[in-house]
């Protein structure tokens, strides 16, 4: 018969496993700088999907957004630090403005289909450097919590420099959920709309449904070991990562796209955005979408939604 101790002692060991696992997998997920090949392992995206002419145009070097981006562009500030951004002057003058922010594991560069867009509509362009992405010196990355806080200092930016400014706030994916986080803040009133582009409900549910995705087990107690080392690296808490609550306190307008396809961040929670939201709202379904591939699969409806959307809310 097993003593109390051994009982103990198995209980320890196996506490402290599941801790070094949850760990490892924060470190694999968070940390921007480990090797690319583990940060895949929680990019599910199919490649195998049939990509339009749009998105090969985006392949193809050097593209939109290597002729027109410029040199990188840095401000301060106390609550962000350095932060990093592209910004790309419309021909004309204007006050309209176009804050864009890219997903995970991916760039400012990644943001070149929007940011071609608005530019030829008459936008200034601001393509951040997200939390460890791209140019951005820290080394976790923080699935939008403080990208939020990116988001505003640039938002910021803009109104110091054009107190007359028209802006409106783009992301996908991971910056979707910076827009909509940001949009649960009291933002300045030249801040006009928002569109979130295949955003997450919670980090929470997010990252639960990602490791069921990409390892089949269930998400206790793993989910809550990657939480305590997040906390732990004074990183994020997960569970305080949650966008259906800032959009809940919205009062900027703000379309929600995402591609039905989509199983990385589950296309049903669009409609949990959506209904939650307490600003005014619209909501377009891209047919047959994979994640974050929405303006690719159907430019012409993705942006016949967003350009219907913002006409009444940004002058001509």
């Excluded at 997960?238 to 966008?243: G, L, M, T």
Aim: proline residues 5%.
């Amino acid at each position: 018969m097993l003593s109390l101790k051994t009982f103990i002692k198995a209980g320890v060991g196996s506490a402290a496993a599941v801790l070094g696992a949850g760990a490892l997998v924060y470190e694999c997920a968070m940390n921007t700088k480990v090797n690319s090949f583990f940060i895949r392992l929680f990019d599910r995206t199919d490649s195998s999907q049939e990509t339009s002419d749009c998105e090969e145009v985006y392949r193809r070097e050097p593209g939109w957004m290597e002729k027109h981006k410029g040199e990188d562009q840095t401000i301060v500030t106390d609550v962000t630090g350095r932060i990093h951004a592209y910004i790309i002057p419309s021909e004309h003058p204007t006050h309209k403005w176009a804050v864009l922010c890219h997903g995970y594991n991916a760039s400012p560069e990644s943001t070149g289909v929007y940011a071609e867009h608005y530019h030829k509509l008459g936008y200034n362009c601001i393509c951040p450097s997200l939390r460890g992405w791209g140019n951005d010196e820290t080394k976790y990355c923080t699935m939008g919590y403080h990208d939020k806080d990116v988001c505003m200092a640039w938002i910021d930016y803009i109104v110091d420099k054009d107190p007359d400014a028209e802006i409106v706030l783009h992301g996908y994916s991971m910056g979707a959920v910076a827009v909509m986080l940001a949009t649960g803040e009291a933002l300045p009133h030249q801040v006009k709309a928002a569109v979130a582009d295949c955003g997450f409900t919670s980090c929470w549910e997010q990252y639960a449904n990602v490791i069921k995705y990409c390892t089949k087990l269930p998400p206790f107690p793993l989910l809550n070991a990657v939480n305590a080392a997040s906390i732990h690296r004074r990183n994020f808490d997960i569970r305080k990562n949650v966008p259906i609550d800032a959009v809940s306190r919205s009062v900027t307008p703000t379309v929600f796209l995402h591609g039905t396809a989509d199983d990385f961040v589950p296309f049903w929670m669009m409609d949990r955005l959506y209904d939650a939201c307490a600003a005014p709202k619209a909501k377009q379904p891209i047919e047959g979408a994979d994640h974050a591939r929405a303006v690719y699969k159907d430019p012409a409806l993705y942006w016949k939604t967003v350009d219907g959307f913002l006409q009444d809310k940004i002058t001509p």
